[in-house]
């Protein structure tokens, strides 16, 4: 039987530099060595890291496709935790699982953030990714750090007075 790609992805060698792997129950994380320590606790009591960020009591709620929450990381930092989900037609259907196919979306998220980053494309950092495998599928989360001021893509591109 041959390995999943979730199972062999991302080797630590394949690893943005300053990041780090790590195996926490059943989830595959990759972050950043401050991060590591908040990520296993979070899993470790509410088993991923999206629970605990909606169950934090300083966490706060943002609306859109779906929620995502706003919560401290380590030190001074917040972070905005982001469960994966699917857009699109089969969304009720495939909600947030996806196929064990290809290298998971959390890492290619990752990895992207990373490399515009490199390219000086103002871009937030992604603290830590998590999947957690189940099957023939897995869900997944991203951590990135909060940006309170930041506008996303579609609010720059579909705001009424950026045309007029």
Same mark, same amino acid.
């Given at each position: 039987?041959? *390995?999943?790609?979730?199972? +062999?992805?991302?080797?630590?060698?394949? @690893?943005? =530099?300053?990041?780090? !792997?790590?195996?926490?129950? $059943? %989830?595959?994380?990759?972050?950043?060595?401050?991060? @590591?320590?908040?990520?296993?606790?979070?899993?470790?009591?509410?088993?991923?890291?999206?629970?605990?960020?909606?169950?934090?009591?300083?966490?706060?709620?943002?609306?859109?496709?779906?929620?995502?929450?706003?919560? =401290?990381?380590?030190?001074?930092?917040?972070? &905005?935790?982001? $469960? @994966?989900?699917?857009?699109?037609?089969?969304? =009720? @259907?495939? !909600?947030?699982r996806f196929l064990r196919f290809g290298r998971p979306r959390p890492f290619n998220e990752l990895w992207l953030s990373h490399r515009f980053? *490199? &390219?000086?494309?103002?871009?937030? $950092?992604?603290?830590?990714?998590?999947?957690? =495998?189940?099957?023939?599928?897995? +869900?997944?989360?991203?951590?990135?750090?909060?940006?309170?001021?930041?506008?996303?893509?579609?609010?720059?591109?579909? %705001?009424?007075?950026?045309?007029?």
């Amino acid at each position: 039987m041959s *390995e999943s790609p979730i199972s +062999r992805a991302p080797s630590a060698s394949a @690893l943005p =530099p300053g990041y780090r !792997r790590a195996r926490i129950g $059943r %989830a595959i994380v990759v972050a950043e060595p401050a991060a @590591l320590p908040f990520v296993e606790a979070a899993i470790a009591e509410f088993g991923t890291v999206y629970d605990h960020a909606a169950c934090h009591p300083e966490s706060e709620a943002i609306e859109g496709r779906s929620t995502v929450f706003v919560v =401290p990381g380590p030190g001074t930092e917040r972070w &905005l935790v982001r $469960r @994966l989900t699917h857009g699109g037609l089969l969304a =009720p @259907l495939t !909600r947030d699982r996806f196929l064990r196919f290809g290298r998971p979306r959390p890492f290619n998220e990752l990895w992207l953030s990373h490399r515009f980053r *490199e &390219l000086k494309i103002a871009t937030p $950092r992604v603290v830590a990714a998590a999947v957690y =495998p189940s099957g023939p599928v897995y +869900r997944g989360e991203v951590a990135r750090e909060y940006i309170a001021e930041g506008d996303d893509l579609a609010a720059c591109l579909f %705001a009424n007075d950026r045309f007029t």
